[in-house]
């Protein structure tokens, strides 16, 4: 059964860091890019971050790009996002995600995690 | 590449045929995807390439269109259905995903 389980999801204030993790089984991780997808309360899906199966190439969401970046341990199956200089815009669920379906050229998500809650206030 | 789903929100019966449309800013090709999303779960993919249903998503829903244009569709709307949908291109970074259609009982 494939599993996708994030952690480390609090509340920091303005200004402050984060590390959010997810632990991967399941599937073969090292095989697969990987995301970060969020979801502002009461909002709609915000793609963040994108990351190769070898971690050399990355792709950021404009207005993170700077402050957050993504990497990954194929040895742990594990993604992680550091995110720095946290701003109240980046209140959301955070949920990992793996584009492992293949169709036409494209990967699509059809692996979620269950999401992690960051909260960014004072 | 922005886009536009409408309608934002739907009031529909069981049984209705329902349509939601996807609109992008720039031409996409078929790289797109219709996702379902309930309350406190995360999404899940229902139809990717535009048109391609998932194994296991019943066969009333559907995906078309190419380009700029795409819909999903419900041909019979049923109580498990209520939910909200969301497209996203995959046509180029940043990706995108539309605003979400909220589709509710009437």
């Known amino acids: 059964e494939v599993q996708l389980v994030e952690s480390g999801g609090d509340w920091v204030q303005p200004g402050g860091s984060l590390r959010i993790s997810c632990a991967a089984s399941?599937?073969?991780?090292?095989?697969?890019?990987m995301s970060w997808v969020r979801q502002t309360p009461g909002k709609g899906l915000e793609w963040v971050a994108n990351?190769?199966?070898?971690?050399?190439?990355?792709y950021y969401l404009d207005s993170v790009k700077g402050r957050v970046t993504i990497s990954r341990d194929n040895a742990k199956s594990s993604l992680y996002l550091q995110m720095n200089s946290l701003r109240a815009e980046d209140t959301a669920v955070y949920y990992c995600?793996?584009?492992?379906?293949?169709?036409?050229?494209?990967?699509?998500?059809?692996?979620w995690g269950q999401g992690t809650p960051v909260t960014v206030s004072s | 590449i922005q886009l536009t789903q409408s309608p934002s929100s739907l009031s529909a019966s069981v049984g209705d045929r329902v349509t939601i449309t996807c609109r992008a800013s720039?031409?996409?090709?078929?790289?797109l995807a219709w996702y379902q999303q309930k309350p406190g779960k995360a999404p899940k993919l229902l139809i990717s390439?535009?048109?391609t249903l998932q194994s296991g998503v019943p066969s009333r829903f559907s995906g078309s269109g190419s380009g700029t244009d795409f819909t999903l569709t419900i041909s019979s709307l049923q109580p498990e259905d209520f939910a909200t949908y969301y497209c996203?291109?995959?046509?180029?970074?940043?990706?995108?995903f539309g605003g979400g259609t909220k589709v509710e009982i009437k």
């Open positions: 720039q031409a996409i090709s078929s790289y």
């Open positions: 399941g599937f073969t991780f090292s095989n697969y890019w």
């Open positions: 390439a535009a048109s």
């Open positions: 995600a793996c584009p492992h379906y293949y169709e036409s050229g494209r990967f699509y998500v059809d692996y």
């Open positions: 990351i190769k199966q070898d971690g050399s190439e990355k």
């Open positions: 996203e291109q995959l046509n180029s970074y940043p990706l995108t």
